[in-house]
Antibody
Framework: EVQLVESGGGLVQPGGSLRLSCAASGFTFSSYWMTWGRQAPGKGLEWVANIKQDESEKYYVDSVKGRFTISRDNAKNSLYLQMNSLRAEDTAVYYC?????????WGQGTLVTVSS | EIVLTQSPEFQSVTPKGKVTITCRASQSIGSSLHWYQQKRDQSPKLLIKNASQSFSGVPSRFSGSGSGTDFTLTINSLEAEDAATYYCLQSSTLPWTFGQGTKVEIK
């Protein structure tokens, strides 16, 4: 069974940093692209970033370019999202998902709140 | 950026009724259009990929059609468990974009 479990969310002040993690199991992690998406409270879904199996390709939505970094550790079956210079508009539930092309399995999400 | 416009934004349907949701893209995306179901306080679940291919385990009452700029998700014989918000996603061009969502309520 495919399982994705996000962690690392919480309350952070504007301008602060946070690192999200996603632990994957039930599939061969190193064989799949992975993705992060997010959902602001009461709003729709937004794609955030994609990463290729060997990290040779990474893509971001414009609003996070230069502030967020997606990475992975295939030995640990883990996906990460380093978020710097956080803004109030980054407040959202962040989901990791396996890229069966399109994203096919999603985790339960972790809430990031950016507020003073 | 490709804009996806879903209609309607809200639909209330009786059990065993039929739901039709459309997703229109601002430019041609071929068949790179996918449909998700998100129930309250849950993560999205993939229903249909590449416009018309059912994802594993999805009930046959869910079907998708379309290509280019106009796409449709159809739910036949609606069940109570189908109450959710439905989103389309395009993966033709970066940045990937979602439609704004269609909330389906069971009368």
């Amino acid at each position: 069974e495919v399982q994705l479990v996000e962690s690392g969310g919480g309350l952070v002040q504007p301008g602060g940093s946070l690192r999200l993690s996603c632990a994957a199991s039930g599939f061969t992690f190193s064989s799949y692209w992975m993705t992060w998406g997010r959902q602001a409270p009461g709003k729709g879904l937004e794609w955030v970033a994609n990463i290729k199996q060997d990290e040779s390709e990474k893509y971001y939505v414009d609003s996070v370019k230069g502030r967020f970094t997606i990475s992975r550790d295939n030995a640990k079956n883990s996906l990460y999202l380093q978020m710097n210079s956080l803004r109030a508009e980054d407040t959202a539930v962040y989901y990791c998902a396996r890229m069966g092309w399109p994203p096919d399995y999603w985790g339960q999400g972790t809430l990031v709140t950016v507020s003073s | 950026e490709i804009v996806l416009t879903q209609s309607p934004e809200f639909q209330s349907v009786t059990p065993k009724g039929k739901v039709t949701i459309t997703c229109r893209a601002s430019q041609s995306i071929g068949s790179s259009l996918h449909w998700y179901q998100q129930k309250r306080d849950q993560s999205p679940k993939l229903l249909i990929k590449n416009a018309s291919q059912s994802f594993s385990g999805v009930p046959s009452r869910f079907s998708g059609s379309g290509s280019g700029t106009d796409f449709t998700l159809t739910i036949n014989s609606l069940e109570a468990e189908d109450a959710a918000t439905y989103y389309c996603l395009q993966s033709s061009t970066l940045p990937w974009t979602f439609g704004q969502g269609t909330k389906v309520e069971i009368k």
